[in-house]
C-alpha cells in the first residue's frame, strides 16, 4: 500500500460529516462525474435520479426476506468465485458480474485493500468491515436482477435527445444502473451510510484523489 499523504484525524472528521451526507447528494455526484455523460437538465436529472431510487425500492421490497445475498444470488442461479486483480483501472471493483456464465466476481485485493484501510485508520465504528462483501454482493444482485427484468428503468433509454436538431433519438446512462445497484444494496443491508463512501476509500487509500476532495462537493 502506498505511504499515505492524509492526516488521520482530519481523515476520520471526514468521514463522520459522511455519514450525514443524504442519498441524492451522493447520486447526483455519480451521475454527474460519469464518463461520456450527457449534460442533464435539472429536471432530467431529477427524473433519472428518483426513477433509478424507486426502481431499487421496489426490487428491495419484492425480495425483503432475503437478508443474505448469497442466498438471492443463489437462487437466482449465480455462482459466486473470488479471484484478485490489479489494484489499478479498471481493477477497481468490489465484485463484477460476468452475465454470460452467470458469475460474479468477489476482488479480493480491493476487498483486502479496504480491510486494511479501514482497521488501520479506526474506521470500523462508521463502516463496518462485515458490511463490506454484503453489500457488494447485493450491489452484484441488482444488476442480476435487472438483467433478468426486461424493459427495467435503470436498463432503459430514459433520455429524450436531438441529433442535428431534427432527429429523435433516446439514450440509456450507466450511472441509473449503477444509482439503482448502489441504492439496493444499501437497503438491503438496512445501512445507514452511503455504500458509496467505499469507493472514495479505494480512491484515497491508492493516492488517487486527495482527502480534500473525498466528500463530493455536489
Ligand atoms: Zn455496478
Not at 452484484?140 to 436538431?165: C, D, W
Request: charged share 25%; proline share 4%.
Amino acid at each position: 500500500m502506498m505511504e499515505e499523504e492524509y492526516d488521520r484525524e482530519r481523515l476520520r472528521n471526514t468521514v463522520q460529516a459522511c455519514m450525514a451526507n443524504e442519498d441524492m447528494k451522493w447520486y447526483r455526484f455519480l451521475l454527474r462525474n460519469a464518463i461520456c455523460a450527457c449534460p442533464l437538465r435539472d429536471e432530467e436529472e431529477q427524473a433519472v435520479l428518483s426513477g433509478s431510487m424507486q426502481t431499487a425500492e421496489e426490487l428491495a421490497r419484492q425480495f425483503d426476506g432475503f437478508t443474505e445475498p448469497q442466498l438471492l444470488l443463489r437462487k437466482l442461479g449465480i455462482n459466486m468465485v473470488y479471484r484478485s486483480e490489479e489494484l489499478r483501472e479498471p481493477y477497481l471493483y468490489m465484485a463484477i458480474y460476468e452475465p454470460a456464465i452467470q458469475m460474479v466476481y468477489l476482488n479480493n485485493s480491493i476487498l483486502s485493500l479496504l480491510r486494511e484501510f479501514i482497521s488501520k485508520n479506526n474506521l470500523g465504528i462508521f463502516t463496518p468491515i462485515k458490511d463490506i462483501e454484503r453489500l457488494a454482493l447485493f450491489h452484484e444482485a441488482f444488476h442480476v436482477l435487472e438483467e433478468n427484468t426486461p424493459g427495467i428503468y435503470t436498463r432503459s433509454r430514459m433520455l429524450q435527445r436531438k441529433f442535428l436538431g431534427v432527429y429523435h433519438y433516446e439514450r440509456g446512462l450507466d450511472s441509473a444502473s449503477e444509482i439503482g445497484a448502489i441504492h439496493f444494496s444499501k437497503i438491503m443491508t438496512q445501512s445507514t451510510y452511503s455504500p458509496c463512501i467505499y469507493s472514495r476509500y479505494v480512491l484515497l487509500a491508492l493516492g488517487l484523489i486527495p482527502l480534500d476532495s473525498f466528500l463530493p462537493n455536489v
